[in-house]
């Protein structure tokens, strides 16, 4: 990606750029060979399961899930949990869970699996889900089977450690990581609770096969679902950039001491790699011969970017809100049915 400088703006009166170039990204069409396999894993063993767990990034609310998952496995009761919530903007909470109620998306809970928040919510309400609805040939079976799915890194495996500390005080037992693709394989049955003698099945990450959305790629991307080198670093970085300063919020000003906010990455990465001594000497030929030049390291500083807001250091963040605010009647509309359901 060939960055273009544009002039630095103060945080006061900043003319924000109002969109963001989005031709020319693969990220739509990343689906791995595992991913696949994955899915077609998943559907074969839906005849041991009982309900259906699916985990998603609370930053992302409404987009990047898998409409495969709804097609494949929409026969079972379904539960969805937005994970990381500590990193998520929620102050309008309400709305964001009226909007999924008029997708259809009548059980969520907001979970944080790291310190172990609102996961004591989930065996009840599973509980609950399996209860009202109708087994088929596993009524007679006195254990439930839960899967958990969800797109890559959002925090299933940590989920389900969660879960076996709340129920059983056991430590874990599926590899957590922070890159997408830790789980690789439909696993064999974990126990998450005794009463009720509880099992869970962890999945692989699954993308969509195509992301209609480039943004929404982009939205993925920034969570940690998608590799970053298959985006890009710095493009990441930039979106990043021109996410936040559109949503006006500074914290990496503050964070990284620049003085004022920016819409040029090239001179927010510069400082970056300045302020954190991120640079490298690279040799430039003249008419006099070589010369080495100390210049900043912007893919080290663009990793330290995206690093820290993936922390929270840059404070929480909705990352489509956008989609909240267009759709301002849609939570009110998904609202009543929900009161009148059996």
């Known amino acids: 990606m060939r960055l273009i400088p544009r002039a630095l703006?103060?945080?006061?009166?900043?003319?924000?750029?109002?969109s963001f170039p989005l031709g020319g990204h693969a990220v739509?069409?990343?689906?791995?060979?595992?991913m696949a396999k994955g899915l077609k894993k998943m559907q074969s063993s839906l005849k041991l399961v009982d309900c259906i767990i699916e985990v998603h990034d609370a930053r992302i609310s409404f987009g990047g899930r898998n409409p495969l998952f709804q097609e494949t496995l929409g026969l079972k009761p379904h539960l969805l949990v937005l994970n990381k919530m500590d990193l998520a903007d929620l102050k309008e909470r309400q709305k964001i869970i009226r909007h999924l109620e008029g997708e259809g998306l009548k059980n969520v809970i907001f979970t944080n699996c790291v310190k172990d928040e609102n996961v004591k919510q989930i065996v009840p309400m599973v509980t609950e889900l399996i209860g009202s609805s109708y087994r088929y040939h596993r009524g007679e079976s006195l254990e439930y089977c839960i899967m958990v799915i969800g797109v890559p890194?959002?925090?299933?495996?940590?989920?389900?450690?969660?879960?076996?500390?709340?129920h059983l005080r056991k430590g874990k037992a599926t590899?957590?990581?922070g890159e997408?693709?830790?789980?690789?394989?439909?696993?064999s049955r974990i126990q998450v609770?005794?009463?009720?003698?509880?099992?869970?099945?962890?999945?692989?990450?699954?993308?969509a096969p195509r992301i209609e959305s480039v943004e929404?790629?982009?939205?993925?991307?920034?969570?940690?679902?998608?590799?970053?080198?298959?985006?890009?670093?710095?493009?990441?970085?930039?979106?990043?950039?021109?996410?936040?300063n559109r949503h006006e919020l500074f914290g990496y000003v503050q964070h990284y001491g620049l003085g004022e906010a920016c819409d040029d990455i090239v001179s927010v990465l510069k400082r970056v790699a300045v302020k954190l001594g991120k640079t490298q000497k690279v040799k430039v030929l003249t008419g006099t011969g070589d010369v080495n030049v100390i210049q900043p390291n912007y893919p080290a500083a663009a990793r330290d970017f995206l690093r820290t807001f993936r922390s929270g250091?840059?404070?929480?963040?909705?990352?489509?809100?956008?989609?909240?605010?267009?759709?301002?009647?849609?939570g009110a509309q998904g609202h009543r049915p929900a009161e009148t359901d059996p």
């Not at 925090?155 to 450690?161: F, Q």
């Not at 009463?195 to 993308?207: C, E, K, N, Y």
């Open 216 to 244: 929404t790629g982009l939205e993925l991307a920034l969570c940690g679902t998608v590799l970053d080198h298959l985006v890009g670093e710095e493009t990441l970085a930039d979106y990043l950039l021109y996410t936040l």
């Open 9 to 18: 703006c103060g945080a006061a009166r900043a003319a924000w750029r109002e």
């Open 313 to 330: 250091l840059l404070g929480p963040v909705m990352l489509d809100r956008d989609t909240l605010q267009s759709h301002p009647s849609a």
């Open 28 to 34: 739509a069409r990343w689906f791995p060979g595992h």
């Open 180 to 187: 997408p693709g830790i789980t690789r394989a439909v696993m």
């Open 153 to 166: 890194n959002v925090g299933k495996s940590s989920l389900i450690n969660s879960l076996r500390r709340q």
């Open 193 to 207: 609770c005794e009463r009720p003698l509880m099992f869970l099945l962890d999945t692989p990450g699954v993308l």
């Open 175 to 177: 590899r957590v990581g």
